[in-house]
């Protein structure tokens, strides 16, 4: 199989957040199966190979371009750097969604989530189509203070912090009336801000979590990729509150692996958590789903997934360079200048309706 190359803008300071931490442990798994490495485009780094660089020193038809594969994924930049690698061969790791590009014909979409999936089965319907879900990484499977690895469900107030709330992406409602709302109830609240060392010891030490990114990502104009941190809160056996937009519907559900955040009044919300923190064993999700799940998104199974799906793309990737044309999805303006004419060749004479079509 072809070397991978993972584009990202830079590995320290602004450019360090969920998208690239996925990237890199994409990469670090990925490197047991064929060569990989990161590249950056935006911020030049010691010891990691730069997109421009490499470009100038790889013209096109040098076997180390012919032969790498590019993977790109940083949202807004993925058409110029499409742009820039063209003629050479890479796919789209697709996080969020929504971004308002449309693909180049035959550019394979690694898609992290059945939502994002969706996206662009209905965009690029005619693009080779893989799904390779985020995985968490494994400590937060083997350290997760869950039942399964405690033998028994949380004792009520065995845990420090009653209610745990990452600000990042946390709605107005939860931080500016519902928090208030819990602590006057007496719960103790922490809403955890700036980067924490050992996220795992943090949620192992909180009974509930709460996890409301919908106003965040309606107001960014694109989804939310995956949500890895109502998953890492079932790791560690936090019952958890959240809302279901985008891709955390892949994976959550309504009083089985989750309860909703906002079910309607602020009153409800304040109950229901008081008394999840009050009696929590009776809020958990079925031992035997939890597990299911965790092992689905195990970086073994991440692993295996990226397996197949590269076995499909260099293999396509292969007909592409034979010289095979790759297969284009009409345009929505012809689609819908087909479906006018159909409709209009039901109302005109059958020679007219010939002339038309």
């Known amino acids: 199989m072809r070397p991978l190359r993972f ?9 360090r957040c969920g998208g690239l931490l996925v990237e890199q442990q994409t990469a670090r798994l990925l490197a047991d199966l064929v060569p990989t490495q990161l590249v950056t485009y935006r911020q030049r780094e010691a010891e990691v190979p730069f997109l421009a660089d490499l470009l100038r020193t790889e013209p096109l038809g040098a076997a180390a371009a012919d032969q790498a594969l590019w993977i790109v994924s940083w949202g807004f930049d993925v058409p110029r750097q499409l742009r820039a690698l063209r003629g050479r061969p890479a796919a789209y790791h697709a996080h969020s969604s929504g971004y ?6 035959g550019v394979p979409v690694l898609a992290v989530s059945r939502n994002t999936l969706g996206y662009w089965g209905q965009w690029a319907s ?3 189509l893989f799904l390779v879900p985020n995985a968490l990484e494994a400590s937060w499977i083997a350290r997760g ?4 690895n405690l033998g028994a469900p949380p004792e009520p107030g065995g845990r420090s912090i009653d209610v745990l709330v990452q600000r990042r992406k946390t709605s107005t409602y939860v931080l500016e009336q519902l928090v208030p709302a819990l602590r006057a109830r007496g719960l103790r609240v922490e809403v955890q801000d700036g980067w924490v ?7 192992n030490s909180a009974t509930v979590v709460l996890y409301d990114s919908a106003d965040h990502w309606r107001c960014s ?9 109502p998953v890492e809160a079932l790791a560690c056996g936090c019952v958890l509150f959240s809302s279901f937009n985008h891709a955390l519907a892949d994976t959550l559900d309504p009083g089985g692996l989750a309860h909703q955040i906002g079910a309607g009044t602020l009153t409800a919300d304040v109950e229901r958590i008081t008394a999840a923190v009050a009696d929590p064993s009776a809020w958990l999700p079925p031992p035997r789903q939890l597990e299911e799940l965790l092992e689905e998104l195990s970086e073994p199974r991440l692993r295996e997934r990226w397996r197949q ?18 297969l284009q999805a009409p345009s929505l303006a012809r689609l819908r200048l087909e479906r006018w004419r159909q409709r209009l060749g039901k109302r005109l004479p059958a020679g007219l309706a010939r002339r038309l079509a």
């Not at 203070?145 to 399964?148: D, Q, V």
């Open 126 to 128: 005619r693009n080779p």
């Open 7 to 15: 584009l990202v803008p830079g590995t320290t300071g602004r450019f």
């Open 221 to 229: 104009g694109v989804s939310e990729g995956f949500g890895l941190p």
């Open 197 to 203: 060392e050992d996220l795992v010891g943090l949620f």
């Open 100 to 105: 308002g590009f449309r693909l180049p014909p």
């Open 309 to 326: 799906a590269l076995v499909a793309i260099n293999a396509h990737l292969d007909r592409l360079q034979g010289g095979e044309a790759p």
């Open 145 to 148: 203070a869950r039942p399964a």
